[in-house]
């Protein structure tokens, strides 16, 4: 299954009103650490829900087949199945994704040898491996560079061991479960990063055999097996998708009906949202959000339940066409305010003052040409151009569907004004 290129695309964007309804996909971030933990067995694992569309996930895909690996996807279903073991050594030439450190320590847990490639993905500040490189080292294994790849090798097989992480990381606490799953004894991970997509990820590995208990902020304990088995798993929600659309409809006074919400993913966030004038009404999973006068905000990002720093740049454009001043600070990665000079390029006005982003909303954002810096600051300015004057071209448009599955037939079928080309 070849990854589909996109690279060279641009996407246009005129002013819209978003109105309609759609399905919520499975959530990306969830998804891909599934296809890693995949890795941990030769049954096959059957993973509704998913996101097939997602170019992240196709080049997941691409890379599980390049190991060994058999993946047949139909109907947001993926079917991944192995008939001969699988390799070592992940030979990639192509677009390489921060996941990579998962599949490294998957392949060191099963096989006590690993080899891939360094990891690639969003450059979001300081972003390197070494909590990864400590986890591992901690299990008893060995990490080095060479030249362009990432190797790791447990002669005898990965140890249980406590891991003491200095923060709260998603990767590294998705990593040492991963990891533990497989190691000779009991794992504990302390300080660990709680979010919806790491109870996905245990939830999997639960079906698959593996012991795991959660005790919340504190800890995970991990009792080491000889072997997982496969299962049948459904990919919850994708909560940042659904943000996205929650600010679009505000923003652009529109009219949307979300299917497979995660209003339980959401609190902190929603909270925020209400506060800032948004009319939002619910049915079971189904949630309707209707745009009204938007009011500032002021946020800061934290560990779940508190507001993801993928979400910032969203929280950033509804600032923008807010009247008054909105505040953002990103505790999780200092800086992250590059998409700002982008949307500054439109006429939104701002200034950044040590870690502080303030937000002069109110402005009049007229269409220019901008560059997608990553997926959040990409679906930020896509965002920014429905409510713009004229026409926005984004450059690098490609890294918003590294994040948005199906996202060109749901524009479309919420009446957006957008077009790849």
């Known amino acids: 299954m070849a990854p589909i290129d996109t690279r060279n695309f641009c996407l246009r964007v005129s002013r819209s009103r978003l109105v309609g309804e759609l399905n919520i996909s499975g959530a990306k971030n969830s998804a891909l650490r599934l296809l890693a933990a995949s890795l941990l067995t030769g049954e096959d694992l059957v993973i509704e829900n998913y996101p097939d569309q997602l170019l992240d996930a196709q080049v997941h895909v691409a890379m599980l087949e390049a190991l060994g690996k058999t993946c047949t996807v139909s109907e947001n279903t993926i079917r991944i199945s192995e008939n001969a073991g699988i390799k070592c050594a992940l030979e990639w030439d192509g677009r390489s994704i921060r996941n990579t450190l998962l599949i490294l ?13 360094l990891p690639g993905g969003c450059k979001l500040g300081e972003r390197k491996y070494d909590l990864h490189v400590m986890l591992l080292e901690a299990l008893g294994a060995t990490v080095r560079e060479d030249g362009d790849m990432l190797v790791a090798e447990a002669v005898n097989g990965l140890r249980g061991a406590d891991i003491h992480l200095p923060l709260r990381s998603t990767g590294a606490t998705e990593n040492s479960i991963i990891c533990g799953c497989l190691a000779k004894g009991t794992t504990r991970v302390w300080n660990p990063h709680i979010r919806p997509e790491i ?49 679009g409809a505000m923003i652009t006074k529109g009219d949307v009906t979300m299917h497979n919400f995660p209003f339980e993913h959401l609190e902190i966030p929603l909270i925020h949202l209400r506060e800032s004038g948004m009319e939002l009404y619910r049915c079971g999973d189904t949630a309707i959000v209707r745009g009204s006068r938007i009011y500032p905000v002021e946020i800061s990002t934290g560990p779940y339940p508190g507001i993801n720093s993928d979400m910032q740049p969203i929280f950033a454009v509804l600032g923008a066409c807010a009247k008054g001043q909105s505040k953002i600070v990103d505790l999780r990665f200092p800086g992250r305010y590059g998409y700002a000079d982008e949307l500054a390029k439109m006429g939104a006005r701002h200034h950044v003052s040590e870690n502080l982003l303030c937000i002069d909303g109110g402005a009049t954002l007229h269409g220019a040409e901008v560059n997608a810096l990553d997926l959040r600051a990409g679906a930020a300015l896509m965002l920014a151009g429905m409510t713009a004057d004229g026409e926005t071209i984004i450059r690098n448009a490609w890294q918003i569907e590294r ?18 080309v």
């Open 105 to 117: 320590g998957a392949l060191c847990a099963r096989l006590n040898h690993g080899a891939v490639p």
């Open 199 to 247: 109870l996905d990820l245990i939830a999997m590995l639960r079906k698959m055999g593996a012991i795991i208990e959660v005790r919340g902020q504190e800890s995970i304990i991990i009792e080491g097996c000889g072997g997982l088995h496969g299962c049948m798993h459904r990919v919850i929600p994708d909560n940042i998708e659904a943000i996205t659309w929650l600010v």
């Open 403 to 420: 994040g948005y599955c199906g996202l060109s037939h749901k524009l479309t079928a919420l009446g957006g004004n957008v077009e790849f």
